[in-house]
């Protein structure tokens, strides 16, 4: 450590970097610290310095686990229902998950009644979802409802979430941050009776940024107030319980997610490490790059297939989940009525002047054995959006000749209307009808927004790992050669 702190002076000395960047701490990863401490506080993820989940703490867990199956919109065991899995967060949560989510929706492996909505959003911090009247729960059930989940669905959720101005040192900030988890998940145990278990992670490197109240070693200290929370749960503190039979269920059980704290440039034993090029401008929220490793870790925590995931998680022999890449997708903008945008990288819509089409070849699909079809779309790093989507009967348009004069007009029957998205999100909603009543093998989605600055999505022609997609689930397991292959793969 002495070496690493005198090498960090002399990078300051001599200017490397920006003036206020640390491209390391010295601090040490929690998993790494283990039974050593942190001003007096023990290092490890789980009680005594151990990385592995206490035995008493991983009986319950499996057995939660093993309990989560489909449920119908009531919550009932349906052998044709679904599960939700959710995101609970603020900016780098949505970031972060939309990635994740992406890379999970193309696992064709995987056990297809998962459905995964990315209710976290921008500029939420612990001290709002810690409120059980915030505007942030709002938007989290009317995403939910656009994706085609109930409530009652939703049973395994991602928690990332950090203050937004920790007004004391360590450990006062850390227990504040604790604390205000703990409101979090009372909440959300309230709004979704079935949620059984939740994945918690701390925050990602700090060093990059400007803002002491975002910088290290506040990121850091985060990863203390989620091993402490999992370690009340364990002990028994009531407001946590998980178990029927000790009193009054508060909250889902807890484990942690991926641990994605690495000390900046200074690779971690599982291999991650945190360079400047990983952050935007700000050193606080990932950029492309940043985002796709923690994608990357996530999706390598649940393939892991652990007891805690397998029951629910894993694939089958026989797949039931298809992804469709968009055929067509183009702006129409009433101020240019004769032009067309078909060829762009970016969709716009906003003002009630642009508009955004999506059209999908869907008649391949075996329309009567469909459980749910999710659209899913990239929301790009602006103002947030208040967008609905519609169908519209007229499939007879493409990118290359669609304009405002001789657009397909709406049905009038929005399949998602008026739901608030994040920047930079992952929007998801409900085709399910749309497809099962197809009459001609296509399908055209309207996307509008009646006012407000336009806001742009990621178009076919964009690679970013985002490109509008339809995901579509079976009530049963379709063999891959009975439909065809869709041309995907995620860049950055």
């Known amino acids: 450590m002495q070496i690493r702190l005198l090498l960090f002076g002399l990078l300051m000395i001599f200017g490397v970097g920006r003036l206020s960047a640390q491209p390391f701490t010295g601090n040490i990863p929690l998993p790494t610290l283990g039974t050593d401490t942190y001003q007096g506080f023990q290092g490890g993820l789980y009680p005594d310095g151990s990385n592995d989940v206490p035995e008493a703490h991983a009986l319950a867990a499996r057995e939660q686990a093993d309990a989560i199956t489909p449920l119908d919109a009531m919550g009932n065991p349906d052998p044709e229902g679904k599960t939700g ?23 064709v492996s995987r056990r297809s009644r998962v459905v995964l909505v990315n209710t976290a959003q921008a500029g939420q911090s612990s001290e709002l979802t810690a409120d059980p009247t915030a505007r942030y729960w709002e938007v989290v059930q009317d995403k939910l409802a656009a994706a085609g989940l109930s409530n009652e669905q939703v049973q395994i959720a991602w928690v990332k979430l950090a203050q937004s101005d920790p007004a004391s040192t360590f450990p006062s900030h850390a227990q504040n941050l604790q604390t205000e988890l703990v409101a979090t998940l009372n909440v959300a145990r309230d709004l979704f009776p079935n949620l059984r278990i939740a994945f918690l992670s701390s925050r990602i490197y700090g060093g990059y940024s400007n803002d002491p109240s975002r910088g290290e070693p ?80 996530l999706t390598r925590f649940f393939d892991a297939l652990t007891d805690f995931v397998r029951p629910w998680w894993r694939g089958l022999a026989l797949r039931g989940l298809h992804p469709m890449i968009v055929d067509d997708d183009a702006t129409v903008d009433t101020t240019e009525p004769g032009g067309n945008f078909g060829g762009l990288p ?16 869907v008649s391949r699909i075996p329309a009567e054995d469909v459980l749910h079809a999710k659209l899913s779309l990239r929301s790009l790093p602006n103002s947030a959006a ?69 806001q742009e999505l990621a178009s076919k022609e964009n690679w970013n790992g985002g490109r509008p997609a339809l995901f579509v689930s079976f009530i049963g397991q379709h063999r891959p050669d009975k439909i065809s292959e869709g041309a995907f793969e995620l860049r950055y």
């Open 218 to 297: 506040i990121s850091y200290e985060t990863g203390f107030a989620v091993k402490w929370l999992i370690e009340a749960q364990i002990d028994g503190d009531a407001s946590l319980n998980f178990d029927p039979d000790a009193g009054p269920v508060e909250a889902p059980l807890l484990l942690w997610g991926p641990y994605l704290w690495a000390d900046g440039v200074n690779q971690s034993e599982s291999g991650l490490k945190w360079l400047e090029r990983d952050f935007e401008a700000d050193g606080v929220h990932p950029s492309l790059r940043g985002e796709l490793k923690v994608g990357r870790r």
């Open 85 to 107: 899995f959710i995101a609970i967060g603020m900016s780098n949560t949505t970031q972060e998950f939309k990635v994740f989510e992406r890379f999970a929706d193309l696992t």
């Open 386 to 454: 208040v967008i609905s989507v519609d169908t519209a009967d007229d499939t007879s348009w493409n990118e290359h000749n669609i304009t405002a004069d001789n657009a397909p007009a709406p049905t009038g029957m929005p399949v998602s209307e008026g739901v608030l998205w994040s920047p930079d999100s992952s929007p998801s909603f409900d085709l399910t009808d749309a497809v099962r009543n197809d009459d001609d093998g296509i399908i055209t989605v309207v996307i509008t927004r009646e006012d407000g600055p336009f």
């Open 346 to 361: 970016l969709l716009s819509v906003g003002n009630n002047e642009r508009s955004i089409y999506l059209r999908f070849d």
